[in-house]
T-cell receptor, first 113, second 115 residues
Framework: DGGITQSPKYLFRKEGQNVTLSCEQNLNHDAMYWYRQDPGQGLRLIYY???????QKGDIAEGYSVSREKKESFPLTVTSAQKNPTAFYLC????????????FGDGTRLSIL | GESVGLHLPTLSVQEGDNSIINCAYS??????FIWYKQESGKGPQFIID?????DKRQGQRVTVLLNKTVKHLSLQIAATQPGDSAVYFCAEKGSQETSGSRLTFGEGTQLTVNP
């Protein structure tokens, strides 16, 4: 089935450690996105990529980094510079042009040890 | 800045009743709107969308209404069922030139269906 796969489902980070969240899609979408969701709140955009080898900062990019070396993959690294990383992280993808919805994975929950 | 917001953070209804979830937006240039349903511990799931050249669109048990004059969007769920209990988000997309494919999400409404 076509879709978006995020892994792992749960992740724990130690102080000073970088961790990488995986996002893979087989929908042949050009654009991919990373969102952060805090309890009881909406989605905030961290980074997005509209084409391979290109990406842009969203609204809360500080302390995060991404790469887009392949169309299917858009990994997110939560660096030690992100002082409050505990959240639910959601990856999405979409067609870049035209009015089409974004499709979401089932998220990764990151906690601090 | 531009924002999308919801009037009510929570909504509680009886099973079988109709539900209406509202959303206000402020970007008059937005040309596309989407409603998502998010169950606990899962990613948002697409429900229905509407383009700015329409004022109503119907799906299975759901209807989205768009009032561009007052920048208001609503989601109506007919004969609400316990499985409809979730958080509902509206999202808007600006023009391709200014926003590309980015969406702006509202804060969400928690819908609880009582048996």
């Amino acid at each position: 089935d076509g879709g978006i796969t995020q892994s792992p489902k749960y992740l724990f980070r130690k102080e000073g450690q970088n961790v990488t969240l995986s996002c893979e899609q087989n929908l042949n979408h050009d654009a991919m996105y990373w969102y952060r969701q805090d309890p009881g709140q909406g989605l905030r955009l961290i980074y997005y990529s509209q084409i391979v080898n290109d990406f842009q900062k969203g609204d809360i990019a500080e302390g995060y980094s991404v790469s887009r070396e392949k169309k299917e993959s858009f990994p997110l690294t939560v660096t030690s510079a992100q002082k409050n990383p505990t959240a639910f992280y959601l990856c999405a993808s979409s067609i870049y042009r035209g009015n089409q919805p974004q499709h979401f994975g089932d998220g990764t929950r990151l906690s601090i040890l | 800045g531009e924002s999308v917001g919801l009037h009510l953070p929570t909504l509680s209804v009886q099973e079988g009743d109709n539900s209406i979830i509202n959303c206000a937006y402020s970007n008059s240039a937005s040309d596309y709107f989407i409603w998502y349903k998010q169950e606990s511990g899962k990613g948002p799931q697409f429900i229905i969308d509407i383009r700015s050249n329409m004022d109503k669109r119907q799906g299975q048990r759901v209807t989205v209404l768009l009032n561009k004059t007052v920048k208001h969007l609503s989601l109506q769920i007919a004969a609400t069922q316990p499985g409809d209990s979730a958080v509902y988000f509206c999202a808007e997309k600006g023009s391709q030139e200014t926003s590309g494919s980015r969406l702006t999400f509202g804060e969400g409404t928690q819908l609880t269906v009582n048996p």
